[in-house]
């Protein structure tokens, strides 16, 4: 089993930046691919970035979002900048046990949810 903590939301005016965290469980967290995706009130859940085991990350489609990990601490952070009110979401931390190809995950792929941390940009 692998459990996922995110931690880091809040309110924030739009322009600034946070960053999200995520504990992870699990001896073999370095072999995941880690990924946050976020959900806005009536929307889908949708991917934003994602990081392999390999430190291979997908290109951020929003150019504002950075992920990292850190093996050592069992970590995954998103650092966003320059935030926007349509950036309001909750953000999800998900893993996958396998290596993800391509720019645009899938939330099916995904095999473990942290329970979200909510983002609010006002304008």
């Known amino acids: 089993q692998v459990q996922l903590v995110e931690s880091g939301g809040g309110l924030v005016q739009a322009g600034g930046s946070l960053r999200l965290s995520c504990a992870a469980s699990g001896r073999a967290f370095s072999s995941y691919a880690m990924g946050w995706f976020r959900q806005a009130p009536g929307k889908e859940r949708e991917f934003v970035v994602g990081i392999n085991w390999s430190g291979d990350y997908t290109d951020s489609a929003k150019g504002r979002f950075t992920i990292s990990r850190d093996n050592v601490k069992n970590m995954v952070y998103l650092q966003m900048n320059s935030l926007k009110p349509e950036d309001t979401a909750v953000y999800y931390c998900?893993?996958?046990?396998?290596?993800?190809?391509?720019?645009?995950?899938?939330?099916?792929?995904?095999?473990?949810w942290g329970k979200g941390t909510l983002v609010t940009v006002s304008s």
């Open positions: 998900a893993a996958s046990l396998n290596y993800r190809a391509g720019n645009n995950w899938s939330r099916y792929d995904m095999d473990y």
